[in-house]
């Protein structure tokens, strides 16, 4: 299946069989995730975060996406693979394509990009280039110094509705799918009611939205420092990793 068909059959998913995404920054997890029947594999830039170490999302740079995007794409998995244009990198619509055309060449399927009016004439360039684009409203995490932190919405009417503005600008531009990441559940409902695309959801309680989207260390347990209020672990990989590498020096050093 081509990119644009691929997108085109999570867009058709809105409505009928929800869509499982989740992030991935690595050769064997992509093969691992693909092999499960993940839907989508996000090279997010929570990457910066939870693989390199910076305190927010934007420490990182597109050199730092791509190094990580080569390696999940080169798995050729059956997922679509989606890739975030990092902060800074799409300050313009010819930047944001530029950008856009080096995501791709590296593998990815479709890029991600945060906001909502501000961005549309930038989505709007990207898939007129041929590349899918796939949205990002709600809480922005580049946004987090100017927000001073991470803040739920879509609390009042007033930000229900800059969020349905911004999905109606978006859609009018191209956009096959958007996640929404920290909005109440019941303004996730209404909005994913409202638009014509699948909503994605992170934070905005399972079952709100068209499809669900987790950070792949929140899943497995294993980035123990900081795990979101709504992070649903399914396995101890932290505990796992501790435990076998205690084994290792205990073997290795004559105590055991
Ligand atoms: O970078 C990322 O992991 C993301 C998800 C939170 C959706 O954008």
Redesign the pocket.
């Known amino acids: 299946m081509s990119p644009q068909q691929k997108a085109a059959a999570i867009a058709g998913r809105k409505g009928s069989r929800p869509i499982a995404a989740l992030?991935c920054y690595d050769f064997p997890t992509a093969r691992l995730l693909d092999e499960a029947g993940v839907d989508i594999l996000?090279v997010?830039?929570?990457?910066g975060m939870v693989v390199l170490g910076f305190p927010d999302?934007t420490h990182v740079t597109l050199d730092h996406i791509l190094h990580h995007l080569e390696a999940v794409a080169r798995t050729k998995p059956k997922a679509l693979v989606i890739a975030?244009l990092p902060i800074h990198t799409y300050n313009t619509p010819q930047q944001a394509v530029e950008t856009a055309r080096k995501l791709t060449a590296a593998g990815a399927d479709a890029v991600?990009l945060?906001g909502g009016i501000r961005q549309a004439e930038k989505v709007r360039a990207i898939t007129a280039a041929g590349i899918p684009v796939c949205g990002?409203l709600g809480m922005l995490?580049q946004r987090v110094l100017e927000e001073g932190g991470y803040h739920k919405k879509g609390k009042t009417p007033a930000q229900i509705r800059a969020i349905l503005e911004g999905a109606e600008a978006l859609i009018d531009a191209g956009v096959f799918a958007i996640?929404l990441?920290s909005v109440t559940p019941a303004s996730s409902r209404e909005i994913t009611a409202a638009i014509s695309v699948p909503t994605i959801g992170?934070g905005c309680g399972e079952g709100t939205c068209d499809g669900e989207?987790a950070?792949i260390t929140d899943l497995l347990g294993s980035f123990p420092w900081f795990v979101p209020p709504f992070a649903k672990p399914e396995t101890d990989v932290a505990g796992a990793t501790i435990a076998a590498a205690r084994k290792y020096v205990s073997r290795v050093s004559g105590n055991s």
């Open positions: 992030t996000l997010g830039d929570s990457l999302t975030d991600k945060e990002h995490p996640i990441e992170i989207i950070v």
